[in-house]
C-alpha cells in the first residue's frame, strides 16, 4: 500500500509540475516542461515528499475514522443480539408461563395433579430430542420443533374445559355415551388451538397444540379418535363411529404420537381415584405390549432409549 501511495505522490507531483507550467505558458512566460537543475530537481522531490506525507496522513486518518466507525457498528450489533435475545426468552417465558395457566384450567377440573402438566412436557422433551438422532427424523425434529413440543405439550387436554363435571370427575367407569362425550374434548381443544393459530399467525407452538389436543388419542393401528373427513379443502371432525375415520401410523402429526406415549406413561405412573399407581417396570411391560399398536414403534424405540432420564423427570416432579 505504501509503494501505491508513493507512486500516486510522484504522479500527482507530474500533474502539479505541468499545471504549473501550463499557467505560466499561459501567461507569457516560457518555462520548459522540466527542468533537471538540481535546484529544480530538488524542489520536485520535496514537493513529492510533501505530497506523500499528506496522502499517508489522509489514510491515517481515514483508516482510523473506518475502525472507529467498525468497532461502533459492531458494538451496537451486539447490543441488538442481546436485546433481541433477551426479548425471545422473555417472550418464551411467558408463553410458557400462559400456556401452563391455560392447562391448569382444565386440570383443576380433573384428577390430574398439577405436576402431571409438568412430568407431560418434560417427557415429551426427553422423547423428541431422542428423535432427533433418529435420521429419518433429523430433519423435522430441530431446535424449534422441540422448544414447541415442551411449551404446547401441556394443552393436549385443554378441551376437557368443555366436558362436564360429572363425567371428569365420575369415579367409576364411564358409560358407552358417557365415553362419547369424553372423546370431544379433542375436537373441543383442538377447535380452540386452530382458531389461536389462526389469530396469531407464525406461533409455531400453537400450530404443534393443534396437532397434539385433536390427535393425542390416536393410535398407530388407526384404533382411536377422533376420526377424520375431508370435505374439499376442509377437514371436519366427528367421535360418532362410521363417520369419517381415525387416522393410523404416520399419517398422526409426530407430536401426538409423541404425547400419547408421553400421556399414557404418565396415566400408568400416577395415582387416580381409580387405581394405584403402576411401578416403572411394569408401566414399562405395559407399553411395550402396545409397540405398532397404539404407539409409533419408533417413538417407543426413543423412549426407551432415554429410560434414565424419563426417571429422573418421573422423580423430580413427584404429586
Known amino acids: 500500500m505504501d509503494q501505491q ?47 506523500y506525507s499528506s496522502m499517508l496522513f489522509l ?3 481515514h483508516r482510523r475514522s473506518q475502525m472507529q466507525l467498525e468497532q461502533k457498528s459492531s458494538t451496537l450489533i451486539q447490543d441488538a443480539h442481546v436485546r433481541i435475545a433477551a426479548i425471545a426468552e422473555q417472550n418464551i417465558r411467558i408463553q410458557k408461563e400462559s400456556v401452563e395457566g391455560f392447562a391448569k384450567i382444565s386440570e383443576a377440573r380433573d384428577f390430574s395433579s398439577g405436576q402431571h402438566i409438568q ?46 363435571d360429572d363425567i371428569l370427575k365420575k369415579r367409576g ?9 369424553m372423546k370431544m374434548h379433542t375436537i373441543i381443544g383442538g377447535d380452540l388451538m386452530a382458531e389461536l393459530e389462526d389469530k396469531l399467525p407464525g406461533t409455531s407452538f400453537f400450530v404443534r397444540g393443534r396437532e397434539i389436543a385433536y390427535h393425542h388419542h390416536q393410535r398407530w393401528d388407526g384404533t382411536g379418535y377422533p376420526n377424520i373427513m375431508n370435505f374439499g379443502g376442509s377437514v371436519a371432525y366427528f367421535v360418532e363411529s362410521g363417520v369419517g375415520r381415525p387416522l393410523r401410523g404416520e399419517e398422526i402429526p409426530l407430536s401426538a ?20 399407581p403402576f411401578s416403572h417396570e411394569m408401566a414399562r411391560d405395559m407399553i411395550l405390549q402396545e409397540r405398532g ?15 434414565t432420564e424419563i426417571l429422573q423427570i418421573a422423580s423430580s416432579f413427584k404429586d
Not at 367407569?173 to 362425550?181: A, D, N, V
Not at 408421553?262 to 394405584?276: F, G, I, N, Q
Open 5 to 51: 501511495t508513493l507512486f500516486l505522490a510522484v504522479l500527482f507531483a507530474v500533474f502539479l509540475q505541468v499545471l504549473l507550467v501550463l499557467v505560466s505558458r499561459i501567461f507569457g512566460d516560457n518555462v520548459p516542461w522540466f527542468s533537471f537543475a538540481i535546484a529544480d530537481y530538488a524542489k520536485f522531490v520535496v514537493m513529492c515528499a510533501l505530497i
Open 59 to 61: 489514510i491515517s486518518i
Open 119 to 164: 412430568r407431560m412436557k418434560e417427557y415429551a422433551k426427553a422423547i423428541a430430542s431422542a428423535l432427533a438422532f433418529n435420521p429419518k427424523y433429523s430433519q423435522i425434529v430441530t431446535p424449534q420443533y422441540i422448544l414447541d413440543i415442551h411449551i404446547a405439550a401441556p394443552l393436549h387436554d385443554i378441551g376437557k374445559v368443555g366436558t362436564k
Open 173 to 181: 367407569k364411564l358409560s358407552g355415551e358417557e365415553f362419547e362425550l
Open 257 to 276: 404420537r409423541i404425547i400419547a406415549l408421553a400421556d399414557v406413561y404418565d396415566a400408568l405412573r400416577s395415582r387416580r381415584v381409580y387405581k394405584e
Open 293 to 307: 399398536k397404539h404407539f409409533d414403534p419408533d417413538v417407543l424405540d426413543a423412549f426407551f432409549s432415554i429410560e
